[in-house]
């Protein structure tokens, strides 16, 4: 397979900023092997010192969310300006909490999903279902259209900077986990949907990641699936021995 894996922490509304130099520095550390990059998002106020830490290293930094337009009356907000100066390389977009806490849109998301390719971010885009969406058989749907409108407007070249991450609403800090092939389903129609709105040679080479309770014990089940390439942890990047262990997949 020549898709590389991306095993990314999401580390969501943790650490303070000296708490954030320690476990970057514990990331830092972490051998990768060939074909498996690493990521962390850590809270925006920690990126200053952390980009410090990981300066000349192999690990990507990420933001966890970021705001639709470049600048002005947004109070609260965070301006891909910023993210860029600091360093910056990629963002987090969509992700469950923001969909179902947050209340935003596939449009809002569109939006700043464009924003983020026009200023040479990478994005991580998340897409999943709830479990009332499960029941009632709508994964598919769900995910589709949430592709759909995320990627709205994007071009095939803006694709080989996207990536997709698969999260279970349902899965996520719970400690339930879709089964491998479960996971492995909804990734190859995900694949499929990309191939349908692009081409089957993008769809071939998108990234995406499975998210949702990944931990040491999971993650070789999980990645031995054919479409599933990589990781978004939450709870078990907080610790650097458990991240490792997630990176360690294949060993
Ligand atoms: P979790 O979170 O690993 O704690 O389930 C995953 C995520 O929300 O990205």
Same mark, same amino acid.
């Given at each position: 397979? !020549?898709?590389?894996?991306?095993?990314?922490?999401?580390?969501?509304?943790?650490?303070?900023?000296?708490?954030?130099?320690?476990?970057?520095?514990?990331?830092?550390?972490?051998?990768?092997?060939? $074909?498996?990059?690493?990521?962390?998002?850590? @809270?925006?106020?920690?990126? #200053?010192?952390? %980009?410090?830490?990981?300066?000349?290293?192999? %690990?990507?930094?990420?933001?966890?969310?970021?705001?639709?337009?470049?600048?002005?009356?947004?109070?609260?907000?965070?301006? %891909? +300006?910023?993210?860029?100066?600091?360093?910056?390389?990629?963002?987090?977009?969509?992700?469950?909490?923001?969909?179902?806490?947050?209340?935003?849109?596939?449009?809002?998301?569109?939006?700043?999903?464009?924003?983020? +390719? !026009?200023?040479?971010?990478? %994005?991580?885009?998340?897409?999943?279902?709830?479990?009332?969406?499960?029941?009632?058989?709508?994964?598919?749907?769900?995910?589709?259209?949430?592709?759909?409108?995320?990627?709205?407007?994007?071009?095939?070249? $803006?694709?080989?900077?996207?990536?997709?991450?698969?999260?279970?609403?349902?899965?996520? $800090?719970?400690?339930?986990?879709?089964?491998?092939?479960?996971?492995?389903?909804?990734?190859?129609?995900?694949?499929?949907?990309?191939?349908?709105?692009? @081409?089957? !040679?993008?769809?071939?080479?998108?990234?995406?990641?499975?998210?949702?309770?990944?931990? #040491?014990?999971?993650?070789?089940?999980?990645?031995?699936?054919?479409?599933?390439?990589?990781?978004?942890?939450?709870?078990?990047?907080?610790?650097?021995? !458990?991240?490792?262990?997630?990176?360690?997949?294949?060993?």
């Amino acid at each position: 397979m !020549s898709r590389n894996y991306l095993i990314a922490g999401n580390w969501k509304m943790n650490k303070t900023p000296k708490e954030a130099v320690a476990l970057a520095e514990g990331v830092r550390k972490i051998k990768a092997g060939a $074909g498996i990059r690493k990521m962390i998002a850590p @809270s925006f106020v920690c990126i #200053p010192a952390v %980009v410090e830490v990981l300066k000349g290293s192999d %690990v990507t930094l990420a933001a966890q969310n970021m705001a639709s337009v470049e600048e002005g009356a947004h109070t609260g907000e965070t301006s %891909v +300006l910023m993210l860029k100066e600091l360093g910056v390389e990629s963002v987090i977009l969509g992700h469950s909490e923001r969909r179902h806490v947050y209340g935003e849109s596939d449009e809002l998301i569109n939006a700043k999903v464009k924003l983020a +390719l !026009s200023h040479g971010l990478e %994005v991580v885009l998340c897409v999943g279902e709830t479990l009332e969406e499960r029941e009632d058989g709508k994964v598919d749907e769900v995910c589709f259209r949430q592709i759909e409108g995320g990627l709205s407007g994007v071009s095939a070249d $803006g694709m080989k900077h996207i990536v997709i991450a698969y999260e279970p609403v349902w899965a996520i $800090g719970t400690g339930k986990t879709a089964t491998p092939l479960d996971a492995q389903t909804v990734h190859k129609a995900c694949r499929g949907k990309i191939a349908e709105l692009y @081409s089957p !040679s993008i769809a071939n080479s998108v990234i995406i990641q499975y998210g949702g309770s990944v931990k #040491p014990g999971n993650a070789a089940e999980l990645m031995a699936q054919e479409d599933i390439d990589g990781a978004l942890v939450g709870g078990a990047s907080l610790d650097a021995d !458990s991240f490792a262990g997630i990176v360690a997949f294949d060993v």
